[in-house]
């Protein structure tokens, strides 16, 4: 469980295909205090840390993940938006994120307001639909409020501070990212199906 709070960026420093992706990750946390089988979502994936060296992290990554998720483009090098898996007692400054990603938006718009940067994205049709104005997205594991839907397209806003402690100072038209919907709306959705 995470909260969509972003607390390090990391960086890609292998990916190596062995069965399943075995992908190691330069961080600034501290590795001591990283258990080994702990969770850390990165860009939003919740993934299990496998091995350790004095400054990374080493995870494997299952063909389900990869085809569900952006990872499949991860390079060398590439920076990664990092959480630490939630504490009991631990301030809950986003929403509740499960790193179960759901699927992959992509970037169709940026443009500037003021010292923010309003961005629209386009969900996949299956997914557009657990979107609401005013309610959370986790992008690339960043927890987001979404201003406004338009069919499949949907936009959020980046604060100064979101772009310079996240990834997304860096973000570009046609990125692809990974998009986890809100637990509750996909909990209501379900629901509605049943009655």
Not at 12 to 24: A, H
Not at 105 to 114: K, P, S, T, Y
Not at 123 to 148: C, H, Q, R, W, Y
């Amino acid at each position: 469980m995470f909260t969509g709070i972003i607390t390090d960026i990391g960086t890609i420093r292998s990916v190596k295909q062995r069965g399943d992706l075995r992908i190691e990750i330069a961080t600034g946390y501290d590795v001591t205090s990283v258990d080994m089988g702990a969770s850390i979502a990165c860009d939003g994936v919740c993934l299990t840390v496998m091995e350790k060296t004095s400054d990374s992290f080493c995870v494997d990554v299952s063909a389900e993940s990869a085809g569900l998720t952006n990872i499949g483009e991860w390079k060398t090098d590439r920076p990664v938006n990092l959480e630490r898996a939630l504490k009991v007692g631990d301030e809950l400054g986003g929403h509740i994120v499960s790193g179960h990603v759901d699927g992959v938006a992509e970037i169709v718009a940026l443009r500037d307001e003021g010292d923010s940067t309003r961005v629209t994205l386009r969900a996949p049709d299956a997914l557009a639909k657990f979107i609401a104005p005013k309610g959370s997205v986790a992008l690339n594991g960043t927890s987001l409020t979404v201003n406004e839907v338009n069919g499949t397209d949907f936009g959020i806003n980046f604060i100064p501070h979101t772009k310079a402690v996240t990834t997304w100072g860096s973000a570009a038209v046609g990125d692809r990212v990974n998009l986890e919907i809100d637990t509750l709306a996909r909990y209501v959705a379900r629901l509605q199906d049943w009655s």
